[in-house]
């Protein structure tokens, strides 16, 4: 019965930023990795960021490297991602999910999506 949900998503200039946050709820498990994937019109999901479940690894797609940090609260019982720089190219919906495995690039390897959130950037 565990859940997922993002918020945070809206429209800001190039150069602005957003902090998306998930958040989890239900009968969450302790200890779980969580991903960050996008998905822009006619793309799949594209992998973003990832985190395990202490906080003290993380993996970064190249094109967010510098620009994002990911983060979690574990007494909140979410996780963050801080967007700074954004490009128009960021624009996607972005959606988080817990990995089952690690922290890959793949899909495949995470459960639980959230519905997303909407995060566009305008030049």
């Known amino acids: 019965q565990e859940q997922l949900a993002e918020s945070g998503g809206g429209t800001v200039q190039a150069g602005g930023s957003l902090r998306l946050s998930c958040t989890a709820s239900?009968?969450?498990?302790?200890?779980?990795?969580v991903g960050w994937f996008r998905r822009a019109p006619g793309k799949g999901r594209e992998f973003v960021a990832a985190?395990?479940?202490?906080?003290?690894?993380?993996n970064y797609a190249d094109s967010v490297k510098g620009r994002f940090t990911i983060s979690r609260d574990s007494a909140e019982n979410t996780v963050y991602l801080q967007m700074n720089s954004l490009k128009p190219e960021d624009t996607a919906v972005y959606l988080c999910?817990?990995?089952?495995?690690?922290?890959?690039?793949?899909?495949?390897?995470?459960?639980?999506w959230g519905q997303g959130t909407q995060v566009t950037v305008s030049s």
């Open positions: 985190i395990n479940w202490s906080g003290t690894d993380t």
């Open positions: 999910a817990r990995g089952i495995y690690g922290l890959g690039p793949n899909p495949f390897e995470y459960k639980n």
């Open positions: 239900g009968r969450t498990l302790p200890n779980f990795n």
